[in-house]
């Protein structure tokens, strides 16, 4: 089993900065790919942001050129820095991460529990 715990959430005013951090941890021998998803109130949940093992990155449209993320492979943690947020970036932010528990095993797919971002004067 793996524990996907967020944090970094919380009120910030448009134009701001918050950075997103995600811990993995639990039965983890490799983490594959690692990403950021968001869901406003209302809304489907969706896709912001996704890091692969290479390094490669895909973001939302909404979110280019606004938001980084990263990853530190020896801590198992993926981040999200996020710049000049606008009130539509408000909604709660989930980590997902795909990993194995050892060479042999099945590739499962965790998320967190969620951190809420609220973009607002």
């Known amino acids: 089993q793996v524990q996907l715990v967020e944090s970094g959430g919380g009120l910030v005013q448009p134009g701001g900065s918050l950075r997103l951090s995600c811990a993995a941890s639990?039965?983890?021998?490799?983490?594959?790919?690692m990403g950021w998803y968001r869901q406003a109130a209302g809304k489907q949940r969706e896709l912001v942001a996704v890091i692969r093992t290479g390094g490669s990155t895909n973001y939302a449209d909404s979110v280019k050129d606004r938001f980084t993320i990263s990853r530190d492979n020896a801590k198992n943690t993926v981040y999200l820095q996020m710049n000049r947020l606008k009130p539509e970036d408000t909604a709660v932010y989930y980590c997902?991460?795909?990993?194995?528990?050892?060479?042999?095993?099945?590739?499962?797919?965790?998320w967190g529990q969620g951190t809420q971002v609220t973009v607002s004067s």
């Open positions: 997902n991460a795909d990993s194995i528990a050892s060479p042999i095993s099945r590739e499962v797919n965790s």
């Open positions: 639990g039965s983890i021998f490799m983490i594959g790919a």
